[in-house]
Every structure is written in C-alpha cells, then in structure tokens.
C-alpha cells in the first residue's frame, strides 16, 4: 500500500492521544504516510486508504469522540481497512491477557469487518480533568499502565499487513 493512514482518537485527558502518536510514530518508521489526529477534527476519511481509531475508555465505554467518529464515518469506513484499540485499564491487566473490546466497540468492529483490537493500559495522573478521574487519583489509584513497546509491537503488526504486497 502507498496511500495515507489516519490514526485519530477520543481522549480526554491526552493519554489516548499519546498511545495513537505512537502508533503513527511507528507506521511511519515502517514507511508508511500517516496523520494522527482527534477525532473530533477530522472533516473526511476520504483521503484515507486505511484508519486506525482509538478511544479512552470511560465506564466502559469509549470515548465519545471515538463513537462519533465511528458512526459518522461508517459507510467510507466499511471500505477501507481499519483497526480499532481501546486504553483504560488503571492497572497491569492489559499487559497480563487480552481484553476484549467493550460491547459497543465490538459491534462497530463487527458491522466494519475492523482487522483488530488492542486494549492497552491507561494513565490518569495528578491535574486530570473530571470529577471522577480526579477521585480515583486523589484515592492513590491513578498512574500509568501504558507499555509503549506492546504498543509498537501491535503497530507493526498493522505496518506488515497494509505492506505486504
């Protein structure tokens, strides 16, 4: 493939954010073209000859940027490849097993064909905006579960199979 790959997301504290410049980081060290961008600012998928959509999750859902990027974009995303993860776990659980996609982004794969889902560790730290996210790091459960190596392991994936010839 020689088109252009989309990496867009739905964060809100910019965990997620950092977790898809990695991905695009890696595609482009594959040779790849790519632009990560939020999902809330993405006018056209069109340009686009593959994506790969992110999303925090909240309460075990994805983010809503993520969901509204999905729902708008479905019929051009249906016909070009894509991939989906999720971030959130504020513990070590997504290093030790796979954690399957939450019901809403398993139906979006499902009725997208999607080629893949990760879920990878979450971080929310000290400043966090939200009632709730400020709680859990007040309560000493905050930190930073993301591993950026299975992070570059899984994007490679993605590089190998949009190079293959």
């Known amino acids: 493939m020689t088109g252009t790959v989309l990496v867009t997301y739905g ?3 910019g965990s997620t954010a950092e977790i898809a410049e990695a991905v695009a980081d890696t595609l482009r060290g594959d040779g790849l ?8 600012s993405v006018t056209s998928v069109a340009p686009y000859d593959a994506v790969v959509v992110g999303g925090g999750l909240y309460a075990g859902r994805w983010h809503k940027d993520a969901r509204r990027f ?6 051009v995303l249906a016909e070009r490849p894509v ?9 070590a659980s997504a290093g030790d097993r796979d954690i399957p996609p939450v019901p809403g982004v398993r139906r979006a794969m499902t009725r ?4 893949g889902h990760v879920t990878f560790g979450g971080c929310l730290k000290e400043g966090a905006k939200g009632r709730i996210a400020k709680m859990i790091v007040s309560s000493g459960k905050g930190g930073d579960f993301r591993d950026f190596d299975a ?11 949009l190079t293959r010839v």
């Open 151 to 161: 992070v570059e392991r899984w994007a490679k994936g993605i590089a190998a199979s």
């Open 11 to 13: 964060t809100t504290n």
């Open 33 to 40: 073209t790519v632009r990560a961008l939020p999902a809330r």
């Open 83 to 91: 991939w989906f993860f999720s971030s959130g776990p504020l513990d």
């Open 70 to 75: 999905v729902r708008r974009n479905r019929d």
């Open 112 to 115: 997208l064909d999607a080629r």
